[in-house]
């Protein structure tokens, strides 16, 4: 089966993606980081990944390791031959091998064959940084990324010149120009050529680009004008418009809409301002007379980059990779990594005195090994300038506990830091050799020590006693890596927490696999809730690692639930295919709720996170939130009373197009694309449902359906119109097919067209006197059949052949037949019995509306029906004999073999045709109309890591001892973009309130008031006059007022609340309307909740 990577395509491009699955890759360790890059890669779809790592599975590799089990730890399997059939299994299309130890006599021809070593740990004859420097020396891009208890580094050395292609990985698409205006001036001078001249742009709409960037500018259409203002067609303007368009700009922004750009060649730029000159010398001016696009075009950038020996002394950082709380952390943790891997490389005890057992939340033998690693420094300073360099920052008293902390945790392993460091490591492996997206330049470090404990909480390893084979070394305990570093009470914790994840996509199975690996619901009074609605599909495969080619057509949820039950068969899972939203309130209800310690989110839509976000405001329930589009992620943390709510921050909200400049005015490709896809879902979905419904149950049930909805039986009629259009004579299913397909050709992109140009002519003018056809306004003009045009006969054959699937007949029509019958239909004239009589969408409409006159009963609709101008009456008699039976179609963006975007992608190509719109291919066609979101798996893995870091913390959010909460301070909400890089790590928002104008009292999203069920409404009225001095109005439950002091309000004053709502059970809601008695000012007030 071939693979579908087009969500990974549509992150990298296509030219990117075949240049990263032509590359082999080298990966030097099997522990849990180098699982997740090999992962990440293999899914990614690299052509082959080669893997070296004997050394022996042990538990402590269990906490983060995705593919060794128990039995592995118990034989002591070497990792690399075990996790390298599991690796295999994500991509049969993905060659994967292990590099045999006598096969290779040193570094250099271990590393020869591959496009890119990656390393994650120290083996021996190995030493971390040595292999890179070789790797340099041989031309080999070199990338060492290791994790170590709480902290973790990444090193990139890409080599002396690596040419980027794309800095930023934004999108770069036509921007439709509103206006140009050129301005004289004679005090402005420009090294460009521009001399005495300026040009100034507006957008359409607010534009993303920046001062400094070069641009396309092309399709500008000027008119002179002379001092009156009055427009002089007859004076040529085609030389400006030559010299103007498809030229590069430099462009600097004055407005959010609005840049001034100047040409990149100097003689073009003279050139232009020559003309002008000439032109007002005769006494005209150039204007803007309309159209114009402006698109980013990107220059490619060289990038150096030092071997690690080198590096290391001179360590740089990439700005944007910053966490604001720990502002110069790098420099502290660059300087004790860098001291272990020298001490390692020669063998010094201090580096070996790291790995005991015995150095575990060991705070004496910390300091001890501290001053081991400041003596090697002191002893090898002469003959070693990085350890010069390290020196003062760990001698720094103020760092001393910081460092402490570091090497009490150093051998420790967790599955959110690996699949956090995991997903960067692999992607600057991608970048390396797609040439996409700016690397890390060269060293990234990361701690997140705030996961522990605070440090006077119980729960702290440090506090209350620490026996070694008691709470950490337990015999066959998986989860040591883990215990190691948070100890036994926190691991108790998360064994007890059950969660509720929603959604088993690609942040779900990553989810799910953390959650697994660290223990979360293993115990035996908690649970791990999943719930997904969707099926698996072949483009699932390369981002969802739980899935495989033999899942596909099955449900998520369940699949994901078994195959991570895999990983670890302690954990409890349920799966669902529950919609989480008000019509599953019955089940999900407020007892399923409060049973869960940590709500999860892996969503893709924000209806249903801001649903989940106001359960959980209501149950007062921590929510781990996260998202990605591309190579850019987000996440955030929801505490209750600590921390804003989801809902408390919004994007703007995002406004459509007009509907009259989708059908009438397009000016760019996402317009044609609306349409096509609209048409597409009018006529092949609804129309061929109703065609359908008509032909299996008859006429009276069909009417009596329409009659169900009266405003929408004009459009219905007007798509099944479209499909039972009347056409020439047919001689059967194939014949009608193609006339069909002709005549929306006809309909579509000729007459629409000429009905267009006949209420606005190109010489129009609006009501004020200017041209109508200007700024954004395009002309169009009418298509004239070409049977050699590839795009005319697409859009004739795929129609075709949609329409002998809605009729049940899945035809495989000829190209030669469809030519021939093609080029009779557009050879006859319009008075030819071979030529259908096309009703444009406007004619046909308004006919069906003149008919029915407001008038809709079966007798009007079924005469309407029997009108043969509208409806082929011969058609109709031949569905029988043609042994039709009509079937809808549901629009499948991901089948690359049904027609649909085929269909969609040729419809909106010939319209921005039309309007001399741009075309896009195949490719392009299928993301926009399917909406298709641009993914990867190193993003959803690098994200989800941060996730299960916050959840650590979130599990003491509410413990009953104040000391173990962890402060604001200590939670992070992440915002990355893997193409810069970026990684903003920020304290969450503090949580929200409103005050009670009456009473002050700050109120947040997560109050309420609790009253019995037993409480009547005049009881609910009494008890908020009395708390907060106001008059109940109105109380609400879910969207239905169930009570109103308006009207008669007074008939339920006796009776219980509960009673009202019909008694559900559990915990029942209600938003209690209140006024001030005084000003009838509007008074805040918590929500209600009646409790048993």
């Not at 080599?159 to 402005?188: K, P, V, Y």
């Not at 957008?203 to 396309?216: A, E, F, N, Q, R």
């Not at 990234?444 to 522990?452: D, I, P, S, V």
């Not at 009494?1022 to 008059?1031: A, H, L, M, Q, T």
Request: proline share 5%; with cysteine; hydrophobic share 40%.
């Amino acid at each position: 089966m071939n693979r579908d990577y087009s969500r990974t395509e549509y992150v990298f491009g296509s030219d990117a993606l075949h240049r990263m699955q032509q590359a082999e890759f080298l990966i030097i360790g099997a522990d849990g980081l180098a699982q997740e890059i090999a992962k990440n890669l293999a899914l990614t779809g690299v052509s082959a990944i080669r893997i070296f790592d004997p050394t022996s599975t042990s538990y402590r590799d269990l906490s983060s390791s995705p593919f060794l089990r128990l039995e592995d730890a118990e034989s002591g399997a070497p990792r690399d031959k075990t996790i390298a059939s599991h690796i295999q299994q994500l991509n049969p299309l993905c060659t994967v091998e292990v590099v045999d130890n006598p096969s290779f006599s040193s570094v250099k021809e271990l590393i020869q064959p591959s496009k890119v070593v990656i390393q994650t740990c120290c083996l021996p004859n190995l030493p971390l940084g040595h292999v890179g420097d070789v790797c340099h020396a041989e031309g080999i891009p070199y990338i060492m990324c290791t994790t170590n208890g709480l902290s973790g580094r990444l090193f990139c050395d890409f080599l002396a010149r690596h040419t980027i292609l794309d800095i930023d990985g934004e999108r770069c698409e036509d921007i439709t120009l509103s206006s140009c205006i050129i301005e004289a001036t004679s005090s402005h001078v420009c090294n460009n050529g521009m001399r005495d001249w300026r040009f100034f742009f507006s957008t359409s709409k607010i534009h993303d680009l920046s001062d400094g960037y070069t641009v396309l500018i092309r399709d500008l259409k000027f008119v002179a004008v002379d001092g009156s203002g009055a427009q002089q067609p007859t004076v040529s303007m085609e030389r400006l418009e030559k010299l103007v368009n498809q030229q590069i700009w430099t462009i600097s922004i004055t407005g959010h809409s609005r840049f001034e750009a100047v040409p990149c060649n100097s003689s073009i730029g003279a050139a232009i301002c020559s003309f002008l000159s000439e032109l007002k010398q005769k006494g005209f001016e150039a204007l803007h007379l309309r159209g114009g696009y402006v698109k980013r075009v990107k220059e490619p950038l060289d990038m150096p980059f030092l071997p690690y020996s080198e590096a290391a002394r001179t360590p740089q950082y990439s700005d944007l990779m910053v966490d604001f709380s720990k502002l110069g952390r790098s420099d502290v943790l660059h300087s004790i990594y860098s001291v272990i891997t020298e001490a390692a490389s020669v063998g010094h005890t201090s580096a070996s005195a790291l790995l005991a057992p015995e150095t575990v939340w060991n705070s004496e033998l910390a300091r001890t090994n501290l001053d081991g690693l400041i003596a090697f420094c002191i002893e090898y300073k002469g003959s070693r300038s990085l350890l010069e360099m390290c020196l003062p920052h760990l001698t720094n008293n103020d760092n001393r506990s910081l460092l402490e902390t570091f090497l009490m945790t150093y051998n420790g392993q967790i599955s959110p830091l690996v699949s956090f460091m995991g997903g960067w490591g692999a992607q600057e492996a991608l970048k390396c050799v797609s040439g996409k997206y700016t690397p890390i330049h060269q060293f990234y470090y990361y701690e997140c020590f705030e996961a522990l404990p605070p440090k006077d909480s119980p729960f702290h390893p440090l506090n209350g006693g620490f026996n070694l084979s008691k709470d950490i070394f337990r015999p066959a305990d998986r989860y040591e890596g883990q215990r190691m570093l948070f100890g036994n009470r926190l691991q108790d914790l998360i064994s007890r927490a059950s969660l509720f994840v929603i959604g088993a996509g690609a942040l779900g199975c990553e989810l799910l696999k953390q959650f697994a690996l660290i223990g979360a619901a293993t115990d035996t009074q908690s649970l791990l809730e999943l719930t997904d609605l969707d099926n698996i599909e072949n483009s699932n495969l390369s981002r969802q690692f739980l899935f495989r080619e033999k899942d596909i057509g099955k449900m998520k949820a369940e699949v994901a639930a078994a195959n991570v039950k895999l990983m670890n068969p302690e954990l409890n899972i349920n799966a669902r295919c529950l919609r989480v939203g008000e019509e599953t309130e019955d089940v999900l209800n407020s007892e399923f709720w409060l049973s869960k310690t940590v709500i999860v989110n892996a969503l893709d839509n924000v209806p249903t996170r801001m649903y989940v976000d106001g359960r959980c405001c209501l149950y007062r329930t921590a929510l781990l939130e996260s998202g990605t589009l591309g190579q850019k992620a987000n996440m955030q943390v929801i505490v209750p009373w600590l921390t804003e709510t989801y809902g408390s921050q919004r994007d703007p909200e995002t406004s459509d197009d007009p509907a009259c400049t989708i059908h009438n005015f397009p000016n760019t490709i996402v317009h044609c694309i609306v349409y096509a896809t609209s048409e597409f879902k009018g006529v092949f979905e609804q129309g061929c449902a109703d065609f359908a419904k008509l032909k299996t149950e008859g006429l009276q049930p069909f009417v009596d359906n329409l009659l169900k909805n009266k405003d929408t039986i004009e459009a219905r009629l007007l798509q099944l119109q479209t499909i039972c259009m009347k056409l020439p004579h047919c001689v059967n299913i194939i014949d009608r097919a193609c006339n069909w397909a002709c005549a929306l050709f006809e309909k579509y992109f000729i007459l629409t067209i000429e009905k267009i140009l006949s209420d606005f002519p190109v010489n129009a003018k609006d009501k004020d006197g200017n041209n109508f056809w200007s700024g954004e306004k395009r002309p169009p003009h009418k298509l004239t059949y070409d049977a050699n045009n590839p795009i005319h006969h697409d859009f004739i054959s795929t129609a075709a052949r949609l329409y002998t699937v809605i009729l049940g007949n899945d035809v495989d029509i000829s190209s030669e037949t469809i030519m021939s019958i093609a080029t009779a239909y557009f050879a006859a004239s319009s008075a030819s019995p071979a030529k259908a009589v096309i009703l444009t969408r406007e004619v046909a409409a308004k006919q069906i509306s003149n008919f029915l006159n407001c008038t809709y009963n079966p007798e009007t609709i079924s005469q309407l029906l029997a009108d043969d101008t509208l409806f082929d009456q011969e058609f109709l008699k031949h569905l029988s004999p043609w042994g039709v039976t009509p079937r809808a179609l549901v629009f499948e963006k991901d089948d690359l073999t049904n027609g649909h975007v085929q269909y969609i992608a040729s419809l909106a190509n010939l319209r921005a045709e039309n309007y001399d719109i741009p075309t896009i291919d195949y490719a392009e066609a299928r993301r926009l109309s399917g909406s298709i979101i641009p993914a990867m798996v190193t993003t959803t893995a690098s994200v989800v890591g941060l996730v299960g870091i916050e959840f650590y913390k979130v599990l003491l959010w509410n413990n009953p001892d104040l000391s173990a909460r962890h402060p604001l301070a200590d939670y992070k909400s992440a915002f990355f973009n893997f193409a810069l890089p970026s990684l903003q790590l920020s304290e969450p928002g503090p949580c929200t309130f409103v005050e009670c104008s009456t009473t002050k009292e700050k109120i947040t999203p997560w109050d309420h008031i609790e009253l019995p069920k037993t409480v009547t409404v005049q009881g609910v009225i009494d008890y908020f006059r009395d708390r907060y001095k106001g008059d109940v109005d109105s109380i609400i439950f879910n969207t239905r007022m169930v009570y109103s002091s308006f009207g008669n309000g007074a008939v339920a004053l006796d009776k219980r609340l509960a009673e009202l709502v019909n008694d559900p059970p559990g915990q029942i809601f209600f938003i209690v309307g209140c006024s001030d008695p005084d000003t009838y000012d509007e008074i805040e007030v918590p929500k209600l909740c009646l409790v048993n």
